[in-house]
Structures are given as C-alpha cells and as structure tokens.
C-alpha cells in the first residue's frame, strides 16, 4: 500500500465503516461507477460554495462539483431560495408550468441551434431522445459517435467509451465495441465510431457510410472522457461532410455548455441541428434538455400521425425548472469570462508545477474544465489517452485528496464561479509538493 492510500484510509474512517455497510446494500458502497473510489469512496455530508465536508470532517475544495453541474458551487443562496419557494408551492404536477416556459425561452435565445427544446431528467435521455429523432426524422438506422466520447449510460451510448484499444482496430479506423457484455449487439451493429480530432479519417468513414447514417453525435469537447478540445478544422469537418449527405449533426453539451454563454458551438462558431444539455441547466437538480431546429423538433408534436413520443414524470418538474432559472441567470457574460481566467490560472500553475519536476504530465484544459493526465504526449484523442499513467493517477488523486483537494477520480476538474484565486494558487501548491513526491518514486 503506497504511503498515499495509507494517509487517505487514515484521515477516513468514518467513510471507511459507512463504506463496509454500504457495500452491503450497493455494489460498490456506491450507486455511481464515477464516484467509486479504489479502496473506498469518502461520504460527504455538506457543501458550501467551493467546499465540501466528509462525513469525517474534513474540509477539501472541490474541484469537480458534481461532475460539472454545479457551476455555482453549493448551496448558492439564488438556487437555494428559488427551491425553497417552490418547494412550498408544490413540485410536481400532470401539467406543464410556468418556469419550464421561461428556462426553455432562456436556452432557446442562448444556445444558437437550439429553436426549439424539450426538457428531460438525465444527459443520458437526452441523448436517446436526440438519436431517436434524428433516426425517425431521415428515416436511416445507424448513427456515428467518437471514440472516447461519453453519451450517458444508454444502450446506443454504450458502445466505444472507453474500448481496449486492442480490441478497438486502428486509430484511424475505429471498430465499435461495446463497453460491456451488457451492450446489445443491435446496438453495437447499428453504431459507427469516428476517430476525433482526425478530421480526414471521421469525414471518409462518415462518407462511406454515409446512406445509413441518421446522425453523428460528438461533444464539441470531450469532456468526462479527459477534457479533450477540437483542433482546428475538426468540428468544421464534421459539418461540412454530414450537410452533404444529409445526416443530422447532434452537439452532446451536456457539459461543453459550461464553457460560454452559447455553449462550445458558439465559442467555436459551428451549429449542429441538434444539442443535448444537462448538468448546468438545472441548477444542480436532475434536469436535462434536447433541442434544435425547429423541422426536426416538430417530429414531437402530439397528434401528428408519425408524431414520437417523449414520456417522463419528471419532465420540466417546476423544482428543477426554478433552480434551473435562478442558476442560468446568474450565468452572465462576464461570468463565462471570469471562470475562463480561473481555468487558464490553474492549468498554467499545475503545468509550471508538474514540469518544475520534471513530471511528464499534460493539463488539458478547455475554458473551466481542465483534466491532468500522466503522459509524455499531448492527450488528443482516445488512443493518446488511453497510453496515459493509470497509477499514477491515482497516487496523485488520493494525494490531492489527503491534501485537500478533490478532482473526479481520474483528474477532472470543473471550476465553480465561486473558486477564488487563492484557492487555486492553494491548490496549485498542494499539487506542487504533491508532484516533488511522485517524481522521486516515478
Ligand atoms: C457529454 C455527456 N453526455 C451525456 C451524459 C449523461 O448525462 P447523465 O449523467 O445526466 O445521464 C454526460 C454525463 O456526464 C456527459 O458528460
């Protein structure tokens, strides 16, 4: 057991008992494979703009805020009394409200594809929804998704997240592979990965498979997949070729939103005909959205003959929808530009930090979303990322952890409007005497 691990099971044993009933109850002590820690995950009780408290006591600045949702960091007093309001005014009725009406007429003048939305309860609807209408709306039964890209835990979306590249073909050429046995093999045969950041390769394959293909789904940036940008061209690539040939483009930016106000499409100036998005829209509440041109869109109205359906109890639920506006309207420009600034602030310092010791480590970084990974080479598509160090990675994790800083197990991190600049210059510190003991034992 490295002197890491120690340290952690040390400082937690409080998580470590709830971990040992829990583990009774729930696979994993935990009910997300994401949040699952190796040897165990901590429990925590509270949190409060960028803080979190264990159910130890201890204190750590978290740095990935529910895996990017909570942009406001917690308990923000806008959210927390637009819930409470409307927590008194009931939260779930058999009919649309008020709220719902307004968030959706925010996202629409925000997002530049998106004329029309419809709300759900996870990123992992969204995408079902958006490949289902784009299916229903050509008339063709295949779609095309990144290798490495993460799309929820749907069948259709499971399929080449996180493939061995053993088993997964040639970069260039990416086989589709289900990440599980539990992945239909319907759903595996009906999908086509795309290699990103490859713009000659995604737009020959998209080509030649071109007659079958309703959609190409992508993040704009991938984002759980190891915070990875577009390179120039790539994105634009995508759109020229599927315009051609009539195949939808959906943009997954059910985190990309986070980084401007129009989301990664207009940062980087494409428009796709479909968006998913999630986490930020609904104020840290489960509240998801799909939404686009308006043509492709009215394949939802009700009554039309070949209309589709979108059921869902909790569809535009008005506590979701009231933490939603009172979250999106604190979201202004200069916010967007404001968060931009903390994440070039703490990428250079983890990069001056990590290269200060010679540590070979790259910190991508996309606006506020930023991911450290152990590799001598730029990360820049999944085979770049999959070469990363996995153990040192979690060294440095449960390092950072004992320090009192908390990133998604494998290094991610979504900065909160509320991050000052000297939490980062602590965590920057932190990370600093971190990487002068890693880079003696590496
Ligand atoms: C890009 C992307 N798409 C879809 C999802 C699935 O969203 P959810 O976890 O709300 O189902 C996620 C979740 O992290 C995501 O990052």
């Given at each position: 057991m490295t002197e890491a691990e120690l340290e952690y099971r040390r400082r937690s044993p409080r998580s470590r008992e709830?971990?040992?009933?829990?583990?009774?109850?729930?696979?994993?002590?935990?009910?997300?494979?994401?949040?699952?820690?190796?040897?165990?995950?901590?429990?925590?009780?509270?949190?409060?703009?960028?803080?979190?408290?264990?159910?130890?006591?201890?204190?750590?600045?978290?740095?990935?805020?529910?895996?990017?949702?909570?942009?406001?960091?917690?308990?923000?007093?806008?959210?927390?009394?637009?819930?409470?309001?409307?927590?008194?005014?009931?939260?779930?009725?058999?009919?649309?409200?008020?709220?719902?009406?307004?968030?959706?007429?925010?996202?629409?003048?925000?997002?530049?594809?998106?004329?029309?939305?419809?709300?759900?309860?996870?990123?992992?609807?969204?995408?079902?929804?958006?490949?289902?209408?784009?299916?229903?709306?050509?008339?063709?039964?295949?779609?095309?998704?990144c290798e490495g890209g993460y799309h929820g835990t749907h069948d259709f979306a499971e399929v080449s997240t996180h493939p061995d590249p053993e088993l997964a073909g040639p970069a260039s050429e990416p086989r589709p592979v289900a990440d599980s046995s539990g992945t239909p093999a319907a759903a595996v045969a009906a999908t086509v990965v795309l290699p990103f950041n490859d713009p000659a390769a995604a737009a020959a394959i998209v080509m030649r498979h071109a007659a079958e293909l309703a959609a190409v789904i992508v993040e704009p940036i991938i984002g759980a997949g190891g915070v990875i940008?577009?390179?120039?061209?790539?994105?634009?690539?995508?759109?020229?070729?599927?315009?051609?040939?009539?195949?939808?483009?959906?943009?997954?930016?059910?985190?990309?939103?986070?980084?401007?106000?129009?989301?990664?499409?207009?940062?980087?100036?494409?428009?796709p005909e479909l968006t998913t998005m999630g986490k930020i829209i609904g104020g840290g509440l489960p509240v998801a959205a799909f939404g686009g041109r308006a043509d492709v869109m009215e394949l939802l109205l009700p009554g039309r003959q070949d209309s589709l359906p979108q059921g869902g109890t909790y569809n535009g639920n008005p506590l979701g929808m009231a933490a939603g506006l009172a979250g999106m309207r604190e979201l202004t420009e200069p916010v967007y530009a404001e968060l931009e600034g903390k994440g070039e602030r703490l990428r250079s310092g983890l990069q001056q930090a990590f290269d200060s010791h010679d540590l070979a480590a790259q910190v991508n970084c996309a606006g506020s979303l930023l991911n450290i990974h152990f590799s001598s080479r730029p990360v820049r598509d999944y085979r770049s990322l999959a070469a990363a160090d996995k153990e040192l990675s979690r060294e440095f994790f449960l390092a950072m952890m004992n320090e009192g800083v908390m990133f998604a197990p494998r290094l991610m991190a979504a900065l909160p409007t509320c991050l000052t600049d000297a939490d980062i210059d602590q965590v920057v510190e932190s990370a600093d005497q971190v990487a002068a003991r890693l880079a003696q034992t590496a």
């Open positions: 709830l971990a040992e009933r829990a583990r009774e109850l729930m696979p994993g002590g935990t009910t997300r494979t994401t949040t699952y820690v190796d040897p165990y995950p901590i429990y925590i009780e509270r949190g409060h703009g960028a803080r979190v408290w264990d159910v130890d006591g201890v204190e750590r600045l978290d740095l990935i805020c529910n895996y990017s949702s909570m942009i406001l960091g917690h308990a923000h007093p806008a959210i927390v009394a637009a819930i409470r309001e409307q927590a008194a005014r009931g939260t779930g009725f058999a009919a649309t409200n008020p709220l719902e009406v307004e968030l959706a007429g925010m996202l629409c003048d925000r997002v530049p594809s998106v004329e029309r939305i419809r709300f759900c309860s996870s990123g992992t609807e969204a995408t079902m929804f958006a490949l289902r209408l784009a299916r229903a709306f050509t008339g063709r039964p295949k779609t095309a998704r940008p577009p390179e120039p061209g790539f994105l634009e690539r995508l759109r020229e070729v599927t315009s051609q040939h009539g195949i939808l483009l959906i943009f997954d930016e059910i985190i990309s939103l986070r980084v401007a106000y129009g989301g990664a499409q207009a940062r980087y100036g494409v428009t």
